[in-house]
């Protein structure tokens, strides 16, 4: 029988090349993606998130200023008065309540007449301040200027002036149309 031709030997550096997995390189290719995917995600919330930001800071600083309340000190000073409150006041140890005649005064007789026209919201909103004070935080001169001050700001607001962030608590310039709280009778029981 004639044998089969002998195979030449393998030279050590003639090995054949192992064939690469189509599996290998499409999961590359997934993870390339994949990478490129979520690096652009990141990029774009730390480019969004910066954007907001800058937006906020230019908010701030272009905020528009409230109009500026100027006082007549030629014309009388306008005041108006508010029904009397009788209130009881949060329970410390008994009952209490307070009744109190308040006065406003305000900018000029234009505002004295727009104030009426928000009475109901002014005199629920003060009604609810008094309601929740404590007998001790208004019985001495220091807790009834605060609560002076308190409604204030609250008749302000109904007539949409929001005290400035720098001057909230001091009296130094008015900055909406009622310009004080004064009261003509307070009595705690």
Known sequence: MAKAPAKPEAVEGDAPAPKKSKK???L???LVILLLVVGGGAAFLLLSKNKHADEGQAAD???PEPPKVTIDKGHPPVFVPLDAFT?????????HFLQAVIVLRVS????????????PEIRHRVNLLLSS??????????G???LAEEIMIEANDVLGYEPPRRQRGSASEPWGPVL??????????
């Open 108 to 119: 000029d007789a234009k505002v004295g007449e727009e104030l009426k026209l928000y009475m």
């Open 87 to 95: 209130v009881n006041l949060q329970r410390e140890s008994g009952d």
């Open 144 to 146: 009834r200027e605060a």
């Open 28 to 30: 590359v290719i997934v």
């Open 180 to 189: 004080s709280v004064l009261f003509n009778s307070f009595i705690i029981q």
């Open 133 to 142: 004070k404590l007998p001790s935080e208004i019985s001495n001169i220091e």
């Open 61 to 63: 600083a272009h905020e």
């Open 24 to 26: 290998m390189l499409i």
